[in-house]
């Protein structure tokens, strides 16, 4: 059994789509982040850096992992599932994996901060923050039009940047001219 701590954003999903796509058996522990139970010491004996997701495998002596996409790389390799055997094929899908966690996500995050939240709107980095995550779906957009998913087969490549992109409206930024990523969303 995994005890999955986490929230409800992109790199939370990130953890729980994989779970689910991989059929593992997980109870959830909701992490509130505007009571800052993430900073709290119990949290960060499983992440010190108290960031959401983590994780512990439980059938494996109370292992913890945390980082979304460490977290993705453990189950894919302990199920032998969403991942290539073949080194090849491994590397392929974690770069894709590297896009999502070195671009897509802290693009699209920043994006969805100044957007969104922040309380003055500081219209060059809302501008900084879309247009740069634009060009990063426009990268995704030019290789789907040659292939069905990211790295061949579905796998945690595919997961890692679907929870980003699908936020896209919620960040304002359109893919409207981008139909290839509109078809694998």
Known sequence: MIDLYTAST??????????????????VHAIELQ?????????????????I??????????????E??????????????LMPADAKGRSRVVQWLMFQMGGVGPMMGQANVFFRY?????????????????RLFTVLD??????????G?????????WC?????KWSGVEIDDLPHLQRWL
């Open 118 to 134: 922040f309380p003055e709107k500081i219209q060059p980095a809302i501008d900084r923050y879309q247009n740069e995550s634009k």
């Open 35 to 51: 009571k800052n139970q993430q900073k709290e010491p119990a949290f960060l004996k499983l992440n010190p850096n108290g960031r």
């Open 10 to 27: 992109p790199n939370g999903w990130k953890a729980s789509v994989t779970l689910e796509e991989l059929g593992l058996p997980y109870n």
């Open 164 to 168: 980003w992109v699908r936020t896209h």
């Open 68 to 81: 979304s996409g460490a977290i993705m790389l453990y189950l894919a390799e302990k199920t032998g599932r």
């Open 142 to 151: 030019g290789h789907l039009a040659a292939h069905e998913y990211l790295a």
């Open 153 to 161: 087969d579905y796998s945690i490549a595919d997961i890692a940047n």
């Open 53 to 66: 997701p983590a994780i512990v495998d439980r059938d494996e002596g109370d292992f913890a992992v945390f």
